[in-house]
Nanobody
Framework: QVQLVESGGGSVQAGGSLRLSCAAS????????MGWFRQALGKEREFVAG????????FYADFVKGRFSISRDNAKNTVYLQMNSLNPEDTAVYYC????????????????WGQGTQVTVSS
């Protein structure tokens, strides 16, 4: 069992930056691949970024490439999402998720989810 708690969301103006954190409970964090997803009001949840178990492999949705960066610190049981050059289209609730199967962009393959943190970008 893994419990995930996101933090770092907030309101920022277009062009600004935020760093999201996701703290995981338990001693098995390094066995999970991690992902960040987001869900805007009235839209489906979509994949943002993923990272492998030891952090050597990362991949991103096309709409965040070059702007967002995912990383993890297994010693701290934490995964991060650095978001730069934010624009109003990035406004959403951001979720972190964990899965044992390997990093994937499919939300249905993730086993555990956090409660989400709101990110609001104003123009």
């Amino acid at each position: 069992q893994v419990q995930l708690v996101e933090s770092g969301g907030g309101s920022v103006q277009a062009g600004g930056s935020l760093r999201l954190s996701c703290a995981a409970s338990g001693r098995t964090f390094s066995t999970y691949s991690m992902g960040w997803f987001r869900q805007a009001l009235g839209k489906e949840r979509e994949f943002v970024a993923g990272i492998g178990r030891i952090g050597g492999s990362t991949f991103y949705a096309d709409f965040v490439k070059g702007r967002f960066s995912i990383s993890r610190d297994n010693a701290k049981n934490t995964v991060y999402l650095q978001m730069n050059s934010l624009n109003p289209e990035d406004t959403a609730v951001y979720y972190c998720a964990a899965n044992l199967a390997g990093y994937t962009s499919s939300p249905s393959l993730y086993d555990y989810w956090g409660q989400g943190t709101q990110v609001t970008v104003s123009s």
